[in-house]
């Protein structure tokens, strides 16, 4: 089996497109991936679209305007890991010996829906009762707050960090800080939860380009190995859910490092799934950063940020840089390609070796969550 490299990678900023297609926002992404991988696209082999809300056919969609045809095309629809699924199923293909060289496209466009939670299946039984995500998280933050040495302005401070990191980075939604108690005086969506506390939707497009051995030899450009490719699905549970131990991301990070035969003490840099400053908290303890019942305290000391243990979501986060649903597990591995090839400016986390990119996707009944990939990626010597 390959190894599988992402060699190139690029994004757009994260707002509001409103004139924008679906092919209109990830071509500039595309190309741009292209020519930092040092390829055209008659080099492309295959391409894996991730995105939730695209309809039919995204990804031919797209690349069908840059010339590309002919290829296996594969659209990806995981809710909010629909990109990272993308990513996964392109190393996948690597990995197998199928293609030498994939593109990855992770997009999608929030502002088609004119504002407000994100549509659900009007099937499920909890949406039927009214079960809309940020009423999720608030439950889990409510939880937290009843079972931790933790308060409010806690929560609130997820949104401080996530705002500073966001200030430095050109792709981010929001690039301006603020301060616990602006934060907490922001109108509430779902108690404890403030409008600050909750990412913002948007438009966005992000592509990467993932490489075989054998390609990356030929290239001969910086490179990031992907050490690691996990994607689990939820199990089904009737009755009692704890909703501060996600199952999915506790089982698909113990199975990423087992993979690559590292330790979270190993990680230098994380982009995790922060749609609302609770989740943040929460993954501390489930991707392993901190030991149960300690992410609060961890928070607080500046485990989480530059000269702390591990800096997590140098980009800002999904709450600085946005979420546009299939795009965001896309972006974070663009994140992590240039952290690890130096390439991230201002925002650069010095010496990152190691990196990991986490994202969930979506709520159904009786499940934590439908979907979720964790990614370890290593800078090659």
């Known amino acids: ?59 031919q969609r797209i690349v069908k305007e840059i010339g590309i045809g002919g290829v296996p095309v594969m659209n990806v629809d995981n809710a909010c890991s629909g990109g990272a699924t993308a990513l996964h199923l392109a190393v996948k293909e690597i990995a197998a010996g199928r293609h030498d060289v994939m593109l990855v496209i992770g997009v999608d466009k929030l502002t088609q829906f004119g504002g407000g939670t994100l549509p659900l299946v009007a099937e499920d039984p909890e949406v039927q009762q009214g079960m809309v995500m940020p009423a999720l998280y608030a439950m889990r933050a409510r939880r937290f707050l009843h079972e931790r040495d933790a308060t409010t302005a806690d929560l609130a401070g997820v949104s401080v960090k996530a705002r500073r990191h966001g200030v430095k980075n050109p792709y981010a939604q929001f690039r301006s800080e603020v301060t616990v108690d602006e934060v907490l005086a922001s109108r509430f969506i779902a108690e404890p939860l403030t409008l600050m506390q909750c990412c913002p939707t948007g438009d966005g497009a992000a592509a990467v380009v993932v490489v075989s051995e054998a390609g990356r030899k030929k290239l001969g450009l910086p490179a990031v190995r992907v050490a690691a490719s996990i994607l689990h699905s939820g199990s089904a549970t009737a009755g009692f859910r704890n909703m501060l131990r996600p199952e999915i991301t506790y089982h698909s990070a113990r199975d990423a490092y087992e993979a690559a035969g590292i330790g979270p003490q190993d990680v230098d840099v994380v982009e995790l799934h922060d749609a609302f400053t609770i989740a943040e908290l929460v993954y501390y303890e489930a991707l392993g950063l901190c030991a149960p019942g300690e992410a609060a305290g961890f928070l607080r000391a500046g485990k989480s940020t530059y000269g702390g243990d591990v800096v997590v979501n140098p980009s800002g986060g999904l709450l600085s840089k946005g979420h546009p649903v299939g795009a965001s597990g896309v972006a974070q591995a663009v994140e992590l390609y240039w952290q690890l090839t ?26 934590d969550h439908g979907a979720c990939t964790v990614h370890l990626l290593q800078a090659v010597q």
Do not use: W
């Open 1 to 59: 089996m390959s190894e599988a490299y992402i060699v190139g990678a690029a994004m757009i900023p994260m707002g509001k497109h409103r004139e924008s297609s679906y092919s209109g926002l990830a071509i500039p992404a595309v190309l741009n991936a292209l020519r930092s991988a040092n390829i055209t696209p008659k080099d492309v082999q295959g391409v894996v679209c991730g995105h939730a809300f695209g309809g039919m056919l995204t990804g």
């Open 342 to 367: 130096g390439q991230a400016g201002a925002r650069q986390v010095e010496g990152a070796r190691v990196a990991l990119a986490h994202v969930t996707g979506g709520g159904i009944a009786g499940l």
